[in-house]
């Protein structure tokens, strides 16, 4: 009988499967998506550079001349207490005469861990590591040098000639400095690095930790969040993972409320097959056991569909905007099956109560 009534009501019964898959898609994409948006999200924002800077404070200065410094150790102490996943690199600052006499920041860095911290740079091409003596301008800075492949710098009655490799653009601060090594910087300068940016990967809790580390470790340094960044970053996690329960919720209802309209429809056309049933000695319980059991077929059914079709989006998805494929999780799939269950059970509610008031003599009266 069940088999009959699926098979010769075929388009309420494919009607009512194409809303179940629906909603099982959907809800395997999105908590397929959910297992790992987390480290996704994390990972995106680590092109966006440091959420924490190191700052030597004046008082630090070797003397009422010098320039900040940081301890010769700060850099190791802060890729301890930030985490091994934490990317950090090291600038010294400086003010140099151009060979046109035009003053210009000039910063010293390691260009290895400026090249990972700050990705998001657009940078022509990165210097080499092994080329003590070359430099990376800014796109404004160029403007000042008489000679990009030659570039002559004073400070302090000390020139230095270097060559520039490419040429960086961030719309920023950074357009207006000059970049060389940071060995360079401090043999011709004396200066020595006073600030470390830091990228550390995680939320807004996982920083703040790391900060109260580097606060220890590092006592009478200036420590602050990027709070734009750290808080930008908490803010859309927080609120991707809002509408994503609130997706599953709307698609949910929705479903809910196709298959109630398909399932009423269904009992509405059977009605008197079922007083017939109750006529012949069919009891209550038989007829919406019979009932819900095709609900409940049809949920099944949409959840093996919506699973590999919701897997195979949430896959696609994964590579197109995050670059690395979500993998199929079977963990997933008992919520799944539970959403599906409570939406049959849902839209059953209301065919339910029609069964239980079916009047056998008059509907086969044909009152």
Known sequence: MLRRSLVHRRARSISALVAMTVSAGVATALLTLYADLDAKLHKEFRSFGANVVVTAPPS????????????????????????????????GYAVATTDRGTPVVVTGTNFDAVKRLNSWWQ????????????????????????????????????????????????????????????AAFTAWTGAHPSVIEVQVPGGAAKVDAAITHLRQELPGMQIEPVRQLVEGESRIVDRTHALMYGSVLLIALTVAVSVLATLSASVLERRRDFALMKALGGTQVQLMGMFLLEALVLALAGVVVGFVIGSAAAWAISQVNFHTASLPRLQVLPLVLLLNVLIAAMASLFPVRVLRGLQPAALLKGE
């Open 60 to 91: 630090t200065a070797l003397g009422s001349n010098s320039s900040p410094a940081l301890p010769a150790d700060a850099l190791a102490k802060v890729q301890q207490a930030a985490g091994a996943d934490a990317l950090a690199a090291e600038f």
């Open 123 to 182: 940078v022509d091409a990165w210097p080499p590591a092994t080329d003590a003596n070359a430099a990376l301008l800014g796109q404004r800075a160029a403007n000042f040098i008489a000679d990009e492949h030659a570039v002559t710098l004073n400070f302090a009655g000390h020139s230095l000639t270097l060559h520039g490799v490419g040429r960086l653009r961030t719309g920023g601060d950074e357009d207006s400095r000059i970049y060389l090594p940071i």
